[in-house]
């Protein structure tokens, strides 16, 4: 049935479907456009960038290093050698197994006993320190927390010793027309040498890289 008002002719039955259709916008010849106007033009979503490990963790991981490399030398020294007696290695150098209870050049040595427990909890407050230091330096330097490091892993490595066997091994000695160095280990080595590196980044500031 249609209603004619003379100009126009409207099914009463269609009418109110197209205005309903009108008002909730689902005109049938508009139907699966929303669907590819919210499509079109997304991208799918990058995937998450690898993350990089702090620069802490790579330094402690050298460190680690540093220990694992001490306790096995030493580990070595200890088995295969007999205390205070010198194997040649080179005409300047001798492997002799020593135990030191105190600090370097034999310092309180025999002090007793308690100088043990002394150097051990200032080599865990240095060890701490260095941590704490290593953890505050901004990316892009080098030759500071290499020193720190260095440091870091020879207060570990002998207070390892110190813990465990109470005293540190050393079994390197140097010698020169009969003068003796005084024996040491790679975790002096390692002290040393930190100790050096982090000399020049305080004397000359700009040596170390930065970016």
Do not use: C
Request: glycine share 10%; aromatic share 10%; no cysteine.
């Amino acid at each position: 049935m249609k209603i004619s008002d003379g100009n126009t002719t409207e099914d009463p039955f269609l009418y109110p479907k197209i205005k309903m259709e009108h008002r909730t916008g689902t005109n049938p010849k508009n139907r699966g456009l929303g669907d590819s106007r919210t499509t079109r033009g997304t991208n799918p979503t990058p995937p998450s960038p690898a993350v990089e490990p702090a620069p802490i963790t790579r330094w402690l991981a050298w460190a680690a290093l540093i220990v694992i490399l001490d306790q096995g030398t030493k580990y070595l020294a200890s088995t295969l050698l007999e205390p205070h007696v010198p194997v040649v290695i080179l005409p300047f150098l001798n492997f002799t197994l020593t135990h030191n209870p105190g600090a370097a050049f034999s310092f309180l040595s025999d002090a007793g006993g308690w100088q043990r427990w002394l150097f051990a909890g200032l080599s865990a407050a240095v060890s701490i320190v260095l941590i704490g230091w290593l953890h505050g330096i901004e990316r892009g330097r080098l030759l500071l927390p290499a020193a720190l490091t260095l440091v870091l892993g020879g207060a570990l490595g002998n207070l390892w010793d110190r813990l465990v066997q109470g005293a540190v091994v050393d079994f390197i000695d140097l010698h020169y027309r009969g003068w003796h160095w005084p024996t040491f280990n790679v975790a002096d080595s390692a002290i040393t040498v930190g100790a050096f590196l982090l000399f020049i980044t305080v004397l000359a500031p700009g040596s170390d890289d930065s970016g």
